[in-house]
Nanobody
Framework: VQLVESGGGLVQAGGSLRLSCAASGLTFSRYTMAWFHQAPGKEREFVAAINWGAGSTFYADSVKGRFTISRDNAKNTANLQMNSLKPEDTAVYYC??????????????????WGQGTQVTVSS
């Protein structure tokens, strides 16, 4: 199984970025996909998740109304559209996969597979 994130970069506060996670080696439609982030010196934190079945979504309070998670089962990709970015969003962003999991799983230990991460830096 391989998860590969892309789309990170440097953006000014108020700007937007779209992250993508390309999955291979698994039956993508069976997996709940999630995004976590980890800032320097901090623990990895849940950002958003999208369910394997009906595609229901769940977000951390800090990103509600600004971030949107989506998936394309035909392309085996999960995306995170990030708008109105803030300096505190600066972190390495990771995608994660959990077979048949609930989108409300917010602990990293609940996910089976992880990508290598992509850096997002928001300047003030």
């Amino acid at each position: 199984v391989q998860l590969v994130e892309s789309g990170g970069g440097l953006v000014q506060a108020g700007g937007s970025l779209r992250l993508s996670c390309a999955a291979s080696g698994l039956t993508f439609s069976r997996y709940t996909m999630a995004w976590f982030h980890q800032a320097p010196g901090k623990e990895r934190e849940f950002v958003a998740a999208i369910n394997w079945g009906a595609g229901s979504t769940f977000y951390a309070d800090s990103v509600k109304g600004r971030f949107t998670i989506s998936r394309d089962n035909a392309k085996n990709t999960a995306n995170l559209q990030m708008n109105s970015l803030k300096p505190e969003d600066t972190a390495v962003y990771y995608c994660a996969a959990d077979q048949y999991g609930s989108s409300r799983k917010t602990r990293g230990s609940q996910y089976d597979y992880w990508g290598q991460g992509t850096q997002v830096t928001v300047s003030s």
